[in-house]
């Protein structure tokens, strides 16, 4: 990837009016010193999404969606931060220039590239000539149409068949080597790596084939599975199997299917679910499900019913969980996977059924605990104790309410129970939640900070915000700090290119609730209110640390604290 240099880009994002941009996909209504319109990127009646001109961000107070004009670029033409710059740049009529330094890694990444197209070259044209790939397609229930649009290819039996190739295209071998397609044997000879395989190319999101999966052809090879080493251009927790040809389709049903390994995904794609995405022979990563989420906002994972496919479901559940994404899940029944669909006997009830009735995470969650506790196969207190750590994963709060609703009603506990179990992050007067007009106190700090920071007491910002108790607004409180340490003035639009996508976004929501009640900011109010706040739970914490010396019969610490309560009180008054 070239690295174009930071000033070009704030330059970029200076020249450029978000305006200006946003107008050519939305019609802008005025509205005070804003402009309003119905968001690109949700369905609304009524106009939520906000663009200002000055702070030159953007932001939606119905789905939360904000940033600035590259966010808004990225999300709705789902581009690569890099093609947004091209495309501002061009608008522009300025010519990118691309750091020097850069180069030779580019043209490494781009050699490696070609090693992997010729490889695929070769495995395609073996694959077109061998009977047994056929055979096995045929026997799999996959047609030519799917088998070519996935590319598969086959590597040949014995241990000198790429390596051979290689050498007559003159190409490299270390490349190769590089790339895991070849294998340093005991005599410093090199053989094939992939050896009597179907192979199925991995593609990044721009169809360059970044490595291989080879599926063994007989039943006596040593793995079921080989997959291409980790190079500079793969990296097996980043990547997803069959996006590139997904990508479209993901973007339109506005939700990603997610599969267990390749033949799956090419059996949901024939049979109609081309949504669909599998993480390379390990589960699914972080990394993956977030760029995931840059296409669509719904993800689907299905799984076998089997222990694994179970088990893989529920570490699924989280990583979607802690991406800020509650999935629905389908349990394929009876052991089958998306292959089996292919077959026959086909299952009574079609895949594409099942992806249709697939339900909510922890709908799935909450059903199978509650069978485990009616027919007493599990401990009770075991299981409330696992569904409220449930509980407390996710990610939006008025969702994790019904769900505590719920979850009261079935297992007949009060809400002061699970509170017991898991924090109850919606009844917390902090933290920016989607269906808050208003921001909490802490947020409002941050703008207070930003309206004029003279107004705050020594330590600044940073030093209130230590005791912030929504951690993302802690982390953009210490951003802003830093960024104002090294710019001049405060430009939105710049601070949030710095940010990760959730604290642009409560940024952006921040800033444009300043618009509205432009000044009418109290900072001091605001401070003397978190100092009081701070105080009281200081009090709160000493009054049962005082009860705590007194049974462990720590007198010089009863003592300490009862001096720090009268000083605390003291100062209040
Ligand atoms: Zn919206």
Redesign the pocket.
Known sequence: MPRIPQHIIDQLIADTDIVDIISEYVSLTKAGSNYKAR????Q?KTA??MVSPDKQIFH??????GGNVVSFLMKHDQSEFIDVIKKLANRLNIKLEFDEKKSTEDDTFELLYKVNAYAHWYFRTQGQQSQKVKTYIQNRGLNPETTALYDLGYAPDGFENLVPFFKTKKIPLSLASQLGLVKKGNRDNLYDFFRDRLMFPIHNVHGKIVGFGGRALQSDQEAKYLNSAESPIYHKNKELYGLYQAKKDIAQKKQAVVVEGYIDVLAAHQLGISNTVAPLGTSLTLDQVKKLKRFAPEIILMFDGDMAGVNAAQKAITTCFSAGIHPKLVILPNNLDPGDYLTNPQPSQSLTKAVAEAIFAMDWLLSTRIKKVTHETGSRAQIIREIAGWLGQIPDAIDQMEYKKKFCQYFDVTPNDIEKFVDITYESDSGVRPDEKAPPLEALLILCYLDDSALFPEGGLVALAKNFEDSRLRDLALHVESFLKNHETFEPAQAILDLPEALATILSKILLFLDDKSGSLDTAGCINKFQAMQKKKRLKEITSQILEAEVTKDTERKIALLKEKQDLLANRQ
């Open positions: 968001c690109p990127f949700h609304e939520s999404f939606c107070f119905g789905c939360g969606a």
